[in-house]
């Protein structure tokens, strides 16, 4: 089953915040985030494999709860270049390993 | 970083034809692969996971006889759409990872319309 992410869509003025969340019915064995521009294939941005663990570079920084069934990526001072559909990714094992993306969120700065 | 080259960018075909979609690796071996369709505005849809020297294995609801897929080695796997229909056009995309739980890389997409 596909992870959810919301919101579906935000729009922000340039030097906002957003935060995107991603959650799991199950417990994810890790979590990938993704920003994909129009027309264009997905970026990687970044992973988280541990319950509790946070990561960042920049001003992009992401969570991972405990429970490993929720994720949010944190957008600060947001950017016109952060603009695109951010995707969270994770993994599915059970015999035959494959990939699926969550629901997707578009954000749109403006200026 | 690594690099996934997919073609053709673009394809304008006939109902009934088929079309063919080369996915490469061309800096690592992958020795699986994953296929994803997407529509305007959705996300990416699996579709099918290929592996190297065996049959890939297809999400529910997605037809193997119309999507062939072939990985036939450890830096190539192809999608043949076959008899294509105006409701499959779409972005098809490829990507791959070189081992479990790094970031997939994706090539650029192929967008397919059926007339």
């Given amino acids: 089953q596909q992870p959810v992410q919301s919101p579906q869509a935000v729009i922000l ?4 915040d ?3 969340n991603c959650s799991s019915s199950k417990a994810l064995y ?3 985030w993704y920003r994909q521009k129009h027309g264009e294939a997905p970026v990687f941005l970044m992973i988280l494999l ?3 663990e946070q990561k960042g570079h920049e001003k992009i920084s992401a969570s991972f709860n405990e429970k490993k069934q929720q994720s949010s990526l944190y957008l600060t001072a947001s950017q016109l270049s952060y603009s695109g559909t ?3 990714g994770t ?3 059970s015999g035959t390993y494959k990939y699926i993306f969550g629901t997707g969120t578009r954000l749109k700065v403006l200026a | 970083g690594a690099v996934v080259s997919q073609h053709p960018s673009w394809v304008i075909c006939k109902s009934g034809t088929s ?3 080369e996915c490469r690796s061309l800096d690592f071996q992958a020795t699986t692969m994953f296929w994803y369709r997407q529509f305007p505005k959705q996300s990416l849809m699996l579709m099918a996971t290929s592996n190297e020297g065996s049959k890939a294995t297809y999400e529910q609801g997605v037809e193997k006889d119309k999507f062939l897929i072939n990985h036939a080695s450890l830096t190539l796997s192809t999608l043949t759409v076959t008899s294509a229909h105006p409701e499959d056009s779409s972005f098809y995309i490829c990507s791959a990872s070189r081992q479990g739980s790094s970031p997939l890389h994706f090539g650029n997409g192929t967008r397919l319309t059926v007339t």
């Fill in chain 1, 13 to 16: 003025r340039e030097g906002e």
């Fill in chain 1, 18 to 20: 957003a935060v995107i």
């Fill in chain 1, 30 to 32: 890790s979590v990938h």
């Fill in chain 1, 50 to 52: 541990k319950g509790g």
């Fill in chain 1, 86 to 88: 951010y995707f969270c």
């Fill in chain 1, 91 to 93: 993994e599915r094992g």
């Fill in chain 2, 19 to 21: 079309v063919k979609i």
